[in-house]
């Protein structure tokens, strides 16, 4: 899903139901990530096909050799994502503790400096910046409402 830009986002008012969205299909991806890291993955005609076409790029060019393979390294990465935002959560938390309320949890000026830091990063790393950002919203839009709820549940 990839959520408005900031130019559009500045003038339009945030609702919850875009952030509901944006925290279910983080939750789905979490889902799919841990379902596919549990259970063995039924291996179809396709997945041993031989590469019909370019050569490798992965892995420095050794990698792959079926869509099977190519599957097996997107599931391990993913696993290492979703133990990497796990860890990202508890720092989420760390940083509830020192807001006063619900509405300082909120930090657009912060959002713009991680937001260009990634798609710098990105660029350099050979990613679509792009792509990078549009994830990065919608999880730091995610990780935004769970910290709102952690302080205003302390609140009361």
């Known amino acids: 899903m990839i959520l ?6 500045a003038t339009r008012s945030r609702t919850q139901p875009t952030t ?25 005609a396709a ?20 869509l099977a393979e190519v599957r097996q390294n997107i599931d391990r990465i993913d ?12 720092y989420v938390r760390e940083a509830g503790r020192f807001k006063a309320n619900a509405a ?8 713009a400096r991680i937001i260009a830091k990634v798609r710098a990063e990105a660029e350099a790393d050979g990613l679509s910046p792009d792509v990078a950002e549009a994830t990065y919203r919608a999880m730091i839009a995610a990780f935004t409402e769970e910290e709102k709820k952690q302080v205003e549940t302390r609140g009361k």
């Open 20 to 44: 509901s969205r944006a925290v279910a299909c983080l939750l789905l991806l979490a889902l799919a990530a841990v379902s596919a890291a549990t259970m063995p993955a039924p291996v179809s």
């Open 104 to 111: 300082s949890v909120q930090d657009d000026a912060r959002v």
């Open 79 to 90: 696993s290492a994502i979703l133990k990497l935002m796990a860890e990202r959560g508890t």
């Open 4 to 9: 408005p830009s900031r130019s559009r986002n």
């Open 47 to 66: 997945d041993q096909m031989p590469v019909p076409h370019g050569t490798p790029q992965a892995a420095g060019g050794t990698c792959c050799d079926s």
